[in-house]
């Protein structure tokens, strides 16, 4: 099982309205193929009241062609 959804489960348990959880996925640049994490960030997994947030990181490539934050 996912990492992400053994925190949900956990969130759930002392959260369970999630008025007090604020959602984050890091790592998103470094998912395997055909991993899909759209519902959890959507909300469609785990209904949050503050939005999720992902985190996606400039890759390697990018670093050293000093490709621009904004533009990654």
Not at 10 to 33: I, Q, S, Y
Not at 50 to 66: L, M, Y
């Amino acid at each position: 099982m996912p990492v992400v959804f053994v925190v949900i489960k956990l969130a759930r348990e002392v959260d369970p309205t999630g008025e007090r959880t604020f959602g984050v996925v890091t790592k998103l640049d470094l998912m395997d193929k055909g991993t899909n994490y759209l519902d959890v960030l959507k909300g469609r997994s785990y209904k949050l009241q503050h939005p999720w947030v992902g985190i996606v990181n400039r890759s390697q490539v990018d670093i050293n062609k000093n490709v621009d934050m904004m533009a990654a």
